[in-house]
């Protein structure tokens, strides 16, 4: 038995069995094909895609009613983007940053009213969580962007305070 020459841990070659993993991983990442970069802002309030709720005669709907039009919000700017193009066929990376209001609660009040307190977090930390926003980005972007978001290996999705609320997707 060796030991892993990044973590140490007991292995049967070179590398643990997750550094093997990772550096194939990346070795994929590094075959993707840079020169096709689609880049787009959707501006207004990030919506996350929630659950499906039934209602009482059986059908389906969004439980969060923001969804559908923030959902349809990314589909046309991702269009825009596209100019057009056919969506692409190959892997995949999705870069997600969410920008949202403050809220009053971080300002000070009269003339402070435009300063932030010091006690007010730098990041957003509350609902919705990153991942359900970019369930909500990478579905609409499908058939769109790219033919099937199964494509999309590898996501990073991030929230942040910012002016105007938007969604910068790259």
Known sequence: VNSCAFCGAPCRGETCQAHTDLRESHDVL???DTDLIVAFTVLGEPAPQGSKVKNRYGGIRESNPRTRPY??????????AM???HPLSGPIILDLCFYFSRPRGHFGSGRNSDVLKPSAPPAKTTAPDALK?????EDAMSGIVYLD??????VRARKFFGTPPRAVIT
């Open 71 to 80: 959902r349809q919000a990314v589909a046309t700017e991702a269009e825009i």
């Open 83 to 85: 100019d057009g193009g």
């Open 149 to 154: 978001d199964s494509q999309v290996i590898d």
């Open 30 to 32: 590094a075959d993707v």
């Open 133 to 137: 926003l970019g369930r909500l980005a």
